[in-house]
């Protein structure tokens, strides 16, 4: 076996892929995407020969033969409520990717392109600890409203990871820590990690803090206001909820880079609402110390937002009395993919079967 992996990440603008040998990045290129070509295609799952014919393209101009890997490796997207772990990617899972079970979502496409590719050569297709992961604990279930149950969604991939390699410097195995991660990026996932589980999350789409371009929790009773003035349809109001709010609803821009330099400039407004991102992001930090009473081993912030010195000191200032604060800036998405897969390749892990672990 030589360990070569091809990663696949879809995005809703571009995919990712990199090649690994073994757990060590080769290759990686981010084939953006038109948005007017990918505006033709209806459904998610309809992009499929379109993106996978962009990959076969590149791996060829790279001189990269498809039959030299021993693995596929895909970001998994909205499949049913799963334990986190790496899935071997099965029938069952396809046709779940296909019709979005839990919504769309761009990665929804990686796991299908990876085992088509995978069919191709013979070889397995994984995917690893997709946005569907729920560990949640039955109490954080219950939502206030019987008709609505809270529902775990969650940068999973990025989280695991991080808080695997907080856990390896603390000389620990993830099982035996707590951690809350803040996983701060377009969107914004607060969890509390119970000995390595995420038991709880805000559920970047709905609530918790605000984002980039997400409006996090609102007061509910003027959103249903919002919701029957007639000036929205449903899917517009959504849309303004999960990408014309939050950094971009207040100020125009998702680029926090750009309110830092507004803030620089003297801009009031700006250093406001920055501030108020933070601060609803300390404030979840403390809800989520709450759920572990208190045993926390280390804070993690990470994602985009992380690169942010004056996001950082802020957030430190407010949480420091709970725990250490880590930072690990940006994210490794396809670095995670890889390892989750180099883990079954040499046996540390057995991969999980989709039907095996959810509620069909
Ligand atoms: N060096 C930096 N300093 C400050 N902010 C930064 C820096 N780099 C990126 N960001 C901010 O991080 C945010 C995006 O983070 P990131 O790239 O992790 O998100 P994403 O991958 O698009 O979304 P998600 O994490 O929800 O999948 C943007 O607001 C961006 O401006
Ligand atoms: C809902 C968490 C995952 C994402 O925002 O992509």
């Given at each position: 076996?030589?360990?070569?992996?091809?990663?696949?990440?879809?995005?809703?603008?571009?995919?990712?892929?990199?090649?690994?040998?073994?757990d060590v990045k080769v290759k990686q290129t981010n084939i953006t995407?038109?948005?007017?070509e990918l505006a033709k295609y209806e459904k998610i799952a309809d992009q499929f020969d379109f993106r996978k014919k962009q990959i076969l393209e590149y791996l060829k101009k790279e001189g990269i033969k498809i039959e030299d890997f021993d693995c596929i490796v895909g970001r998994g997207g909205l499949l049913r409520p799963m334990p986190s772990g790496t899935y071997k990617v099965t029938d069952k899972m396809i046709e779940d990717l296909k019709i979005g079970f839990q919504g769309e979502h761009a990665s929804n496409l990686g796991g299908i392109i990876a085992k088509s590719i995978a069919n191709e050569i013979g070889k397995e297709a994984y995917i690893v600890d997709p946005v569907a992961v729920d560990e949640f604990e039955d109490i954080a279930r219950i939502s206030g409203i019987p008709e609505i149950k809270r529902r775990?969604?969650?940068?999973?991939?990025?989280?695991?990871a991080v808080s695997r390699r907080v856990a390896k410097d603390l000389g620990k195995s993830l099982n035996d820590c707590n951690f809350i991660?803040?996983?701060?990026?377009?969107?914004?996932?607060?969890?509390?990690?119970?000995?390595?589980?995420?038991?709880d999350v805000n559920n970047a789409n709905e609530s918790g803090p605000f984002?980039?371009?997400?409006c996090g929790q609102v007061p509910v009773g003027d959103l249903v206001k919002l919701a029957f003035s007639g000036k929205y349809t449903q899917k517009e109001l959504k849309k303004k909820m999960v990408g014309q709010a939050g950094l971009v609803g207040y100020l125009g821009t998702n680029d926090a880079r750009v309110v830092e330099e507004m803030i620089k400039n003297g801009d009031k407004k700006a250093k406001l609402i920055f501030e108020a991102?933070?601060?609803?992001?300390?404030?979840?930090?403390?809800?989520?110390?709450?759920?572990l009473f208190g045993n926390v081993d280390k804070i993690i912030l990470t994602g985009g937002l992380a690169y942010s010195q004056r996001l950082v000191e802020y957030i430190t200032d407010m949480v420091k009395?709970?725990?250490?604060?880590?930072?690990?800036?940006?994210?490794?998405?396809m670095q995670a993919l890889a390892e989750g897969a180099y883990r079954v390749l040499i046996g540390e892990e057995m991969a999980k079967i989709y039907e095996e672990e959810v509620k069909i």
């Open positions: 076996m030589r360990g070569l992996i091809l990663a696949i990440n879809p995005g809703s603008t571009s995919t990712k892929i990199a090649v690994f040998q073994k995407h038109d948005a007017t775990s969604l969650v940068h999973a991939l990025n989280i695991k991660v803040a996983h701060l990026g377009g969107g914004i996932s607060v969890a509390p990690l119970k000995k390595g589980k995420i038991v984002s980039p371009e997400r991102m933070c601060y609803q992001i300390g404030k979840e930090i403390g809800a989520a110390s709450t759920v009395f709970i725990a250490d604060v880590v930072v690990i800036p940006g994210e490794d998405e």
